[in-house]
């Protein structure tokens, strides 16, 4: 069984545009960076992580069971919903062990078991050394308000529809394959797209969508296992799986440019922005010191491109390689 509402009802997705895919072994750290990075924009990396030993264990469960077994996990009967008050009332606390057997047992369910490899005093740590790097992101620094390496098991369940402000994610299929819509957050339709995906209605009603002021216009990517899709923040996504069996997604993530963090031509940006001043705190001391170091980031960057760019390249994926 596989929940398929989080793309089913999105208006333009069977027509959606297919995300540039590129080969691991064709892709620098410096086409990395300058193509998709710095410019905010999606790309599907094939075979990137295909040399990762977590790619032939995690799906087996005497293999997980005997590492980290005892860890205690909060297993989900339904997708990754947006609404985090709705995660908190659904989990199911139990041990890692435990999860596994209802993952690997009940095939007509949803299941949705999340646990983080980089969690402080956990036993979780030992499963790093199936972790291994990617070519063309050698030093990642440390990120600002993710974790380094969330780990999302499952059998039918993707997640629903958010975007992340902060911080950079390469979504990494461990195990089975998803389908991956993204969506630009834009100004013409960020508020009512907010409201829509947070609220859960799109699961259920495809009319929730006639509000929308502007036509949308979204990408899709099929990550297959070992592949890896850059996410960028400030970009709409919802993931669903492709086949029914058990599978395993690993997001990683690190700190973004210093020039893509006051970018205020990114909704999410001047959402950020706006909350951090919205009440006193701790940060408002350090946020003008940050911003401006931002500001001046981007400003450089902005007058590079300018003497880089020939003129009329577009600011949508470049073309597949």
């Known amino acids: 069984m596989i929940d398929e509402r989080i793309l089913q009802h999105i208006p333009g997705m069977a027509a959606a545009r297919r995300v540039p895919s590129i080969d691991a072994a064709d892709l620098t750290e410096e086409r990395f960076r300058r193509d998709y990075v710095?410019?905010?924009?999606?790309?599907?990396?094939?075979?990137?992580?295909?040399?990762?030993?977590?790619?032939?264990?995690?799906?087996?469960k005497r293999y997980l069971a005997g590492k980290v077994g005892e860890n205690k996990v909060n297993l989900y009967r339904h997708l990754n919903f947006s609404n985090d008050a709705t995660m908190k009332r659904s989990a199911i606390p139990g041990t890692m062990a435990q999860a596994l057997d209802v993952l690997h047992s009940d095939e007509?369910?949803?299941?949705?078991?999340?646990?983080r490899v980089d969690a402080p005093n956990s036993k979780f740590t030992s499963l790093k050394d199936d972790i291994?790097?990617?070519?063309?992101?050698?030093?990642?620094?440390?990120?600002?308000?993710?974790?380094?390496?969330?780990?999302?098991?499952?059998?039918?369940?993707g997640s629903g529809w958010h975007t992340h402000t902060i911080d950079e994610t390469l979504m990494c299929q461990i195990g089975g394959a998803k389908r991956v819509g993204l969506l630009p957050a834009k100004d013409a339709s960020y508020a009512a797209l907010k409201r829509i995906f947070f609220s859960e209605r799109y699961l259920d009603d495809p009319n929730v969508f006639d509000e929308l002021p502007a036509k949308l216009r979204p990408f899709v990517a099929d990550v297959e296992q070992g592949d890896a899709l850059y996410i960028p923040?400030?970009?709409?996504?919802?993931?669903?799986?492709?086949?029914?069996?058990?599978?395993?997604?690993?997001?990683?993530?690190?700190?973004?440019?210093?020039?893509?963090?006051?970018?205020?031509?990114?909704?999410?940006?001047?959402?950020?922005?706006?909350?951090?001043?919205?009440?006193?705190?701790?940060?408002?001391?350090?946020?003008?010191?940050?911003?401006?170091?931002?500001?001046?980031?981007?400003?450089?960057?902005?007058?590079?491109?300018?003497f880089r760019r020939p003129a009329g390249v577009t600011t949508e994926p470049p073309a597949q390689a």
């Open 38 to 60: 710095d410019r905010n924009l999606p790309l599907l990396i094939k075979g990137a992580i295909r040399h990762w030993p977590a790619c032939g264990r995690w799906t087996d």
């Open 108 to 115: 007509d369910a949803v299941i949705f078991l999340p646990f």
């Open 132 to 157: 291994g790097g990617v070519r063309f992101l050698a030093k990642p620094k440390k990120p600002l308000f993710y974790p380094r390496a969330r780990t999302f098991m499952y059998r039918g369940a």
């Open 233 to 306: 923040p400030s970009w709409w996504h919802g993931v669903q799986p492709i086949d029914e069996g058990v599978g395993a997604t690993l997001a990683f993530c690190w700190r973004s440019p210093l020039h893509k963090i006051s970018d205020l031509s990114y909704p999410p940006v001047r959402e950020l922005w706006r909350e951090a001043y919205a009440k006193p705190n701790l940060g408002m001391l350090v946020m003008p010191l940050w911003g401006l170091a931002s500001l001046g980031a981007l400003l450089g960057y902005r007058l590079k491109c300018l």
